[in-house]
C-alpha cells in the first residue's frame, strides 16, 4: 500500500529515514518551511535555506524513488521581527518557479500576536499573487482554537483564496470541525505520544468522516516518528477499516489536494 507524506521536515531527518520511509510505500512527500530549533539571523540564512529544499532534499529522496516537494515562508516562530520577515518574504518569489515548490507554507500563527497575523496577511497575499496552494501552521496547546479561528479569518478577508486551494495543519478534535466547515482541507499531523497521535488520528476520521482530511508524520527536529502515517494506516486496518478507505485517506486524499498545483507528479502512487 502506497501513501503520500503531505508534511514532513525532511531536513531533520536522516538519509535512513527515507529508505525506511521508501519500504512503507512512501512515493512522495512535501516539505513545508519550518522554525528549525533555532532562530535564523539573516535572510541569507533563509535563502540558503530555501536552496536546500528546492535542490538537495528533491535528489536525497529520488535516491529511494520519493519524489520532494516543498513550500516556502518564513515561518509564524520568526514572524514576530518584522523587519526580517519583510527581507525573507522579498526573498521567496525567485524560488517559485523551481520544479518542486508547491506553494506557500507551513504560515499560520504561533502565539497569536498582531506581529504574526499581519506577516500572514502578507504570505496570503503573496500566495495569492501568484497563484500557490497554501498550507497553514495551527498553534499549540491552549492558543490552538483561538489561533485556527483567527487564520480561517484571515484567510477568508482575501476574498480569491479558494478555500479547497488550502491546507490548514496540526488540526486536533476542538478545531478539525471549524476547518472542514470553513471548506478547507484539514490535516491531522501525528506525534509518538504528544498532539495528535495515529489513535486519535483514526477517531477524528470516524467522527468526521474521510472527505478533505489526510494524515502526516510532520518528522520535525523534536521527538517524532517519520513513520507515523504507516502506524495509523495500520491502526485504521486494525479497527476494521478497508484498505480503500486507507488508501484513500493517506493516498488520494493528499493527491487530490496536491495535485491542484501542476507540478505535483508521482508516477507510482497506485496501490
Given at each position: 500500500m502506497n501513501y503520500i507524506d503531505p508534511h514532513i521536515h525532511m531536513v531533520s531527518r536522516t538519509t535512513d529515514d527515507y529508505r525506511r520511509m521508501a519500504m512503507a510505500g512512501c512515493v512522495a512527500v512535501t516539505e513545508p518551511a519550518f522554525w528549525a530549533g533555532f532562530d535564523r539571523s539573516s535572510p541569507q540564512g533563509f535563502h540558503d535555506y530555501f536552496r536546500q529544499l528546492t535542490d538537495?532534499?528533491?535528489?536525497?529522496?529520488?535516491a529511494f524513488g520519493i519524489r520532494h516537494y516543498?513550500?516556502?515562508?518564513?515561518?509564524?516562530?520568526?514572524?514576530?521581527?518584522?523587519?526580517?520577515?519583510?527581507?525573507?518574504?522579498?526573498?521567496?518569489?525567485?524560488f517559485l518557479?523551481?520544479?518542486?515548490?508547491?506553494g506557500i507554507g507551513e504560515i499560520g500563527l504561533n502565539k497569536n500576536t498582531k506581529n504574526e497575523?499581519?506577516?500572514?496577511?502578507?504570505?496570503?497575499?503573496?500566495?495569492?499573487?501568484?497563484?500557490?496552494?497554501?498550507?497553514?501552521?495551527?498553534?499549540?496547546?491552549?492558543d490552538k482554537l483561538k489561533g485556527t479561528l483567527l487564520i480561517i479569518d484571515a484567510?477568508?478577508?482575501?476574498?480569491?483564496?479558494?478555500?479547497?486551494?488550502?491546507?490548514?495543519?496540526?488540526v486536533e478534535e476542538h478545531t478539525v470541525a471549524a476547518v472542514l466547515d470553513a471548506g478547507f482541507w484539514a490535516g491531522m499531523t501525528l506525534y509518538p505520544d504528544s498532539k495528535c497521535t495515529p489513535q486519535r488520528a483514526v477517531d477524528i476520521l470516524e467522527t468526521y468522516g474521510h472527505h478533505r482530511l489526510v494524515m502526516?508524520?510532520?518528522?520535525?527536529?523534536?521527538?517524532?516518528?517519520?513513520?507515523s502515517v504507516p502506524h495509523a494506516r495500520l491502526e485504521m486496518l486494525t479497527r476494521g477499516h478497508?484498505?480503500?478507505?486507507?488508501?484513500q485517506v493517506t493516498l488520494h486524499n493528499p493527491a487530490t489536494f496536491l495535485g491542484q498545483c501542476d507540478k505535483f507528479r508521482f508516477d507510482s502512487a497506485t496501490d
Open positions: 538537495y532534499e528533491p535528489r536525497r529522496a529520488a516543498c513550500w516556502l515562508c518564513i515561518n509564524p516562530k520568526e514572524a514576530q521581527d518584522m523587519a526580517l520577515a519583510k527581507d525573507v518574504i522579498a526573498l521567496i518569489p525567485q518557479d523551481e520544479p518542486n515548490v508547491l497575523l499581519a506577516v500572514l496577511e502578507q504570505q496570503i497575499a503573496l500566495a495569492d499573487q501568484h497563484n500557490r496552494l497554501i498550507l497553514v501552521h495551527t498553534p499549540h496547546l491552549e484567510i477568508k478577508r482575501n476574498t480569491r483564496i479558494d478555500p479547497a486551494r488550502v491546507l490548514i495543519d496540526h502526516n508524520s510532520a518528522g520535525d527536529w523534536g521527538p517524532s516518528d517519520p513513520l478497508t484498505r480503500d478507505t486507507v488508501t
